[in-house]
């Protein structure tokens, strides 16, 4: 295996050469981050962000050709398909985070390579390579869940988190810095055009404050799309309520909007002690994500599942899976007894 310091020579040779990069990149923050990053020093390419896995498809591989790009960086993506890699006609510069990939015929980034504790997020390797922004480093690296930088950024920005707070949660919830990363993470969320308009404008952007204060054309209509999503996010976030019960759950109605990852990391920060199962209904289906700390909720719903017309698993804390909605009541009770 190559050496750390290597690899990182190999991507910023290769972003310094780059001309006409594709870049592809997971559809959140870290993701949008790592790419505007990117962007920022190479000031070219054209950016395709990606909700799901990277997975071999001709219209999409089609697209990437055809723009005939001269390299292609793939940002945050968990799953990366040997099929797509070896599909494109540029090389392939990969870098990540999540568990490590075996792929071949590209260039392969990712710190747990090195050290299985290191899970430093995209934005975090983004900023060492391309050297900034760092208010757009910590978008990423915050929505992220992580602190690389924190110092560093309240010297840079002071106000935007105050000097006394420190971890990733209160930051989140409660200063200026948590709710523009939240904006950022709504102007994600919508109608496929939209976002990608909202991405370009991104590409724009010089400082936060655009945004924050609404100080340029750009940063207000940002603003003000993060707004309207805003308002459909608290709807459904003001109707969930924690009662004795070791489970927090609501199920919302699928609008077009998916704020499931959102309400489960809001609520584990709110209810660290309880089961957070929401919901989405879509007709008579139900797909639901379940997190917690402590106990074993990939064991409990596995038993809850059973003889149930619905099907889930995961990891021991976050697992996720769909039921058919008339048998949601019965799962709810037996994960709630199950995780008492
Ligand atoms: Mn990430």
Redesign the pocket.
Known sequence: MEKKEALIKKFKEALQNAQRPVYIF?G?T??LSSFLLLYHFVKEGKGIMQKLHVTYNEPFIDKINSYHPDVIFIL?KPVVEQEFIDACKAPVFYLD??PVQQVTGCTYFNPRMFNDEDNS???YWAYELAGGPLWIAMT?IIG?WQTHHLAEFKKAYPGVIPPSVTKQEDIYLDTIWGSFVRMINFILKGPTKDVKKNIKIMTRIKEASEILEQTTSQGKFLYRYAEKIQVQYDKIRRQIKATRSPLVSHVYQDEGLSFTGDLSNELLIRYPEKTVLIGRQKGDQIAFSARNTTKDLASALKIALEGLQGSGGGHTHACGGSIIAEEFPLLKKRLSTLLS
């Open positions: 997971d959140d870290d993701g945050d985070h999540h997020c995209t934005a990423g992220d």
